[in-house]
């Protein structure tokens, strides 16, 4: 069973209605009840990675933000989305940027849509008082759309508002 991230940090609400807003997600898959944004979630107990995410909702438009820990977990997870859209299942990931892992290079460059941030996401420590700071690396936006032929495609978001400050259009295929 996959186990979750630090379940306190949370993403900013001004960013995730933005993004919602956006593509109107429906089930968050690596959820607890802590940090969920959705009413329909899959957290630690409920294995996301070995159940379908289309049997909740009908059509599934997944939100995943998921552990960065341990090593191998993102790929775990964005493999995971990549079958799921196979199977019509429309995903959008947010997690660390790093063009050098082997992620990026085999399952987010050939087969997927993606957006970097101008400025880091200030992430949500909810317990008042708290002087953590979010995590300090810069995120990517990966978004698997089983109804699209273009790859590749890249933008630029606002950290702070998830609004899309520059686009540019991937070169067209055949879909996954």
Known sequence: MPKLKDPSWRTPDVLWEQ?????RFNLDVAASVDNT??????????????????????????????????????ERWLRKGLREATRGVFSVFLV???SS???????VIPYA????FRGRIAFVDP??????????????????????HV????????????????TNAG??????
């Open 19 to 23: 993004l919602h807003a956006e593509y």
């Open 151 to 166: 790859i590749g495609h890249t933008a630029v978001r606002s950290s702070k508002t998830g609004k899309v400050m520059w």
């Open 96 to 98: 660390p940027m790093s």
């Open 127 to 148: 317990v008042p008082g708290h002087k953590r700071e979010s995590p300090k690396q810069d995120n990517l936006l990966i978004i698997f759309d089983p109804q699209s």
């Open 37 to 74: 944004k959705l009413p329909s979630f899959f957290d630690a107990s409920m294995d996301a990675l070995s159940r379908p995410w289309d049997r909740l909702e009908a059509p599934a438009r997944v939100w995943c933000n998921p552990p960065y820990n341990p090593k191998g977990e993102i």
């Open 171 to 176: 070169a067209r295929d055949t879909g996954i």
């Open 101 to 107: 892992v082997g992620w990026f290079n085999d399952i």
């Open 113 to 116: 849509e993606w957006h970097t």
